[in-house]
Each structure stands twice: as C-alpha cells, then as structure tokens.
C-alpha cells in the first residue's frame, strides 16, 4: 500500500478555472511536503515545497498543510493549459531521512481552452 | 545551467541480459537517486547515494545494485534482467538532503 495518497486521479478543469488536487500521508512519521509536476514524456519539476502548517502561496500557485491530517493540498487558481501535466506529491521523514521522498501516483489535471 | 543527464534515453533487453543504465549531473551534488515510475504507482526509490561509494537502499532494491565512484556519476545496474523491471527509471541529485530534487529526462527500459 502507498504510503502517499492523491487524489483524484485525475482532474478536469477549464482555462480560468480552478484546480484543487490533494494529498494524504498514512505514515505518522512524516513531517515534510513537496509537489512536483511532470509535463507529458518530460521528467518530474519541483514545483513546491511546505513544512508548516498553514498556507504557501507563489503566483498562481497556493499550497495548504495540516500536519495533524497530514493533508496536504494544491490549488491552482486561473488555470492554464500549460498546466496540463501529473502532479505528483511527495513527503519524507526529517533528519538524515529527509532526501527519502516517497511518491504518490499522482493527479492527472487537463485544462481545456 | 544545472542538468542530469541519463544514457541512454531508451534500451530494449532480453529478459536475463544484463543492463547498464548511466546518470551524470553537473552539479556537484552529493546525493542522488534511482527511482523508476510505473503508471498507478508513482515513483519508486530503488536506491540512494549520499556521496561516492555510500550508497544505500530504497524502497525496492531487489533485482538491483549501483555505483557510484565518482560524484558527478552514478549508474544503475541490472543484473539478468526480468520482464517487470520494464519501466521507466529517472536519476535524480539533490545539494545535500534538502528534498529538492533534480531529475533527468528519464530512460524507458524494455525487457522482453
């Protein structure tokens, strides 16, 4: 079983909407977030990073985390085609461990013009 | 401009051949990674290397060992490849272990 959930798996939005995808631990040990995207047939992109609680926010982009939940989520606000990829999200241990990213299968987003 | 550089990008195998699959960063990072991503499953570590010769295992390492005697070089190694090690596999370095990764482009194995 993953220790990484998302969800959905995939996710359809128009161009000017908004995407919410989200992200669940099932280890107590984590502490830390990434979420990476992977445009079709290219390798995987930081795209954020969140380690406490409450909300991060770059451009378009807004991240959320509740450490108590281990939820973690992505919001994506006037989406663009080009945003059209798998995001993935990722969590890890801290100390020595916090290079050992564990991976979900990610979320599939299309945006339609 | 920072690169990870995998070699080669695509290889078809016979199933007990053995496979060789390159990675080389120009970063002088010191940690960097194999995962392999198949579709449902996300990606997978299969080993990690936190500098020359200090290596140390994923999450699925059966079926598979590395090297690394250089920093900016780290290669995955197949021993009589197995049908379900078809996959893609993506090398990664990081500066130390921040959780930022860097991947290459990825090398889609065959085994048939």
């Known amino acids: 079983q993953q220790k990484v959930q998302q969800s959905p798996e995939s996710l359809i939005v128009p161009e000017g909407g908004m995407a919410s995808l989200n992200c669940t631990s099932s280890d107590r040990n984590v502490d830390y977030f990434w979420w990476y995207r992977q445009h079709s047939g290219k390798s995987p992109k930081m795209l954020m990073s969140i380690f406490s609680n409450g909300e991060k926010e770059e451009g378009r982009f807004t991240v959320h985390l509740n450490k108590a939940s281990l939820h973690t989520s992505l919001h994506i606000r006037d989406s663009q085609p080009s945003d059209s990829a798998l995001y993935l999200c990722a969590a890890s241990m801290g100390g020595s461990a916090l290079g050992r990213l564990h991976f979900g299968a990610g979320t599939q987003l299309i945006v339609i013009p | 401009d920072m690169k990870v550089t995998q070699m080669p990008r695509y290889l078809i195998k016979r199933m007990g051949e053995n496979v060789l699959l390159e990675c080389g960063q120009d970063?002088?990072?010191?940690?960097m990674y194999w995962y392999r991503q198949d579709p449902g499953l996300g990606l997978q570590l299969i080993y990690i290397s936190y500098d020359v010769d200090s290596n140390s295992e994923g999450d699925i390492p059966k079926g598979y060992r590395v090297s690394r005697k250089k920093r900016e070089h780290f290669s995955l190694i197949l021993d009589s490849a197995k049908t379900n090690q078809t996959s893609v596999y993506f090398c990664a370095s990081s500066l130390g272990d921040t959780g930022q990764l860097y991947f290459g482009e990825g090398s889609k194995l065959t085994v048939l």
């Open positions: 970063m002088s990072h010191e940690t």
